[in-house]
């Protein structure tokens, strides 16, 4: 089995400018392929993650991926899929994010000599004439077209401005710019991207009369098609600052049994007869080894085998004899934060960040979601008193499976 033949046995290509092109490149290791990423946030999430695995896949077989950070986009800002125009960075804020995605990046690919090779479209994109980008560049595009691509058409409800709609030519354009200046003769990116993509492949047609290629990869949903990669707290990121390993950990240890083969065979490295031979046949509680062991390695890939092993220690402690273990994530009160010598349960969820807000916590208790010290909130009222805290700490335990140790400091 080719590498191009494993993508489509896991799941991964979703949709191809000319298969039969793509298949020869990629298996004879001829594909000098991007993906962009703009710098919208000083970490990666998920949703990126799928797309970096991707690309590593791909390098491992002898292609060279070009990773393209849109310090340039970023400043418009792609409106696929949105219904909200995106927020106006900063050019010192998109810096700093881009200087981020490059050392968690590192992790993933190999910039070594003869390697990945990582660039910033601001250095071509920001110092473009205008009126002379539009005479050669915006007129190899219908505005037509343009506004009947899917990746508008969320906003087009609400309404598109001027200012986004150059997002698809500059996309174009970098992939113009990469293919004269490194050969590139793919672009990459998820599903939502495949408009822009055939806006560059026309491009360099037009431009240049030479055939490039365009793949999209499916995106990161469940089996109900919503977007994976958040929780009430937001996105799951792969900054352990953001996401501890142990909260990326658990992420994937709960995902539902309808998910996790699928999770399997798009973000791991376990051999796909593996997947399918041991873990696809499994049902009903068997599936939690699945769980595990998908937790396991997507931890292990991102924060290192040291925190993977940590991680599923304290998933263990918790979950098989709902213990204390000293990697169970800690939350902290000081007490600056009790009134009278006590605290409203409430109050505590929301300064720890058990509950992002207040009304999230009265969501949980009323729903019968929080425990403390393996007993049940019953009110909204309830308050805990230093006396609670005789050990040091009391153990909060959120929906079935998640677990905080609250100490007082």
Known sequence: MGVYEELVARGLVAQVTNEEKIRDLINNGEAVYYIGYDATADSLHVGHYLQLSTMARLQKAGNRPIVLIGGGTTMVGDPSGRDDMRKIMTRETINHNAECFRKQMSKFLDFGEGGAIMVDNADWLLDLNYIEFLREVGIHFSVNQMLAAKCYETRLEKGLSFFELNYMIMQSYDFLVLHDKYGCNMQCGGDDQ????????????????????????????????????????????????????????????????????????????????????????????????????????????????????????????????????????????????????????????????????????????????????DKKVETIEETLGKDDFAQGFVIVKKGKKNFFKVELV
């Open 194 to 373: 495949w408009s822009n993509i055939l806006g560059g492949k026309e491009l360099v047609r037009r431009k240049e009369g030479e055939e490039v290629y365009g793949m999209t990869f499916s995106l990161l949903t469940t089996s109900e098609g919503k977007k994976m990669g958040k929780t009430q707290a937001g996105a799951v990121w792969l900054d352990p600052e953001k996401t501890s390993p142990y909260e990326f950990f658990q992420y994937w240890r709960n995902v539902e049994d309808a998910d996790v083969i699928r999770c399997m065979k798009l973000l791991t490295f376990i051999p796909l007869e593996e997947i399918v031979s041991e873990y696809e046949p499994l049902e009903g509680k068997e599936l939690n080894r699945a769980k595990e062991r998908l937790a396991f390695e997507l931890t292990k890939t991102v924060h290192g085998e040291e925190e993977a092993q940590k991680a599923l220690e304290v998933s263990k402690s918790v979950f098989e004899s709902t213990g204390v273990h000293g990697d169970m994530p800690t939350k902290q009160l000081s007490k600056a934060d009790f009134e009278q010598d006590s605290i409203g349960i409430l109050d505590l969820l929301v300064k720890t960040g058990i509950a992002p807000s207040k009304s999230e916590a009265r969501r949980l208790v009323q729903q019968g979601g929080i425990l403390v010290n």
